[in-house]
Structures are given as structure tokens and as C-alpha cells.
């Protein structure tokens, strides 16, 4: 599966297990460099995801059929 096909949560939950490989202090040089590469790339795709999500938020409160969330204690 591509980064683009999975889930905001799938590819955080990747980047924090290439963190952990990378804390473990186990890797060669050339095999922490590949995982730093892939992290670096995880970590835009989740950037990316989160800007869009933002935007969609954004989207949603201009638009004046969508009423702001009150819950009933009024809080």
C-alpha cells in the first residue's frame, strides 16, 4: 500500500516505529540513513494529510449552512 492509501493514523503509527529503530541505536549508517529517509518522507505525507484536513475544517465553518457546535450544557 502507498503512503497516499493509507490512513493519516497508518503512517504516524509508521513513523513512530521508524523513530523507535532509529532511538534503538542498532542501525548501520546506511540503514539509518534509509530509515531517515523514509521518515522524512512519512512525515510529509502526514503533513500533507493534516493541511487537508485543515483546509476541509476551514471549508466547512465559511460555509454558512454548518452551525457552530454547541453542546446542550452549553459548553
Do not use: H
Amino acid at each position: 500500500m502507498t503512503d497516499q492509501a493509507e490512513s493519516f493514523e497508518v503512517v504516524l503509527g509508521r513513523l513512530q516505529g521508524l523513530v523507535q529503530k532509529l532511538e534503538g541505536g542498532e542501525l548501520t549508517l546506511e540503514e539509518s540513513l534509509a530509515t531517515f529517509e523514509e521518515g522524512v518522507r512519512l512525515a510529509r505525507t502526514a503533513t500533507e494529510r493534516l493541511d487537508a484536513a485543515e483546509r476541509r475544517v476551514e471549508v466547512l465553518l465559511k460555509d454558512s449552512s454548518v452551525q457552530e457546535f454547541t453542546a446542550p450544557d452549553g459548553k
